[in-house]
């Protein structure tokens, strides 16, 4: 199952591409975008690290278009691994500005196979109990597990009956 940053709120919610539960909004639309921010590319702890980074964004400003340029220039700066972005000229100031007022403190890239940040920032240790295996390889790999399980039981059940 994916843990995702809601990039309204900064809420760590279920699934990349499902409302948040704590504030009722879409993802935003951009399928890319949304499971960039998931633990396919990132670790869990990183996702709650962002989120309360952008806590400190909305903080300083209601405009929403403001609010998601700041994060992902945030990202961009400290996270190159998910994302990079170019500001355009229009809005440069005033994501600096809300940067700035934010003082966020710096947050490092944490692998997916290291889901609870519990190694080295930035290090991509493999191994551990899912073998560096994604969340959702894990899960895929559980759902063929299923289906063979299933279909074995099926042709014992119909040898039986």
Known sequence: MTTALCLHCGATKFGALCPCSSC???????????????????????????GRVKGLINEQTDDERIQIWALLEFVSRNCPQILTVTLEADIAPAV?????????????????????????????????????????????????ACGVVGALVGYVLRRLF
């Open 96 to 144: 600096e500005d809300v940067l700035a007022k934010a003082d966020a403190p710096p947050v490092e890239w944490r692998s997916p196979s290291d889901p609870f940040g519990d190694g080295e920032p930035g290090a991509d240790r493999g191994g551990g109990s899912g073998g560096g295996l994604t969340c959702g390889m894990r899960l895929i790999l559980f759902m063929i």
């Open 24 to 50: 009722g909004k879409e993802a935003t639309g951009d399928p890319t975008l949304d499971i960039a921010f998931s633990d396919h590319h990132v670790s869990v702890r990183t996702l709650e690290e962002l």
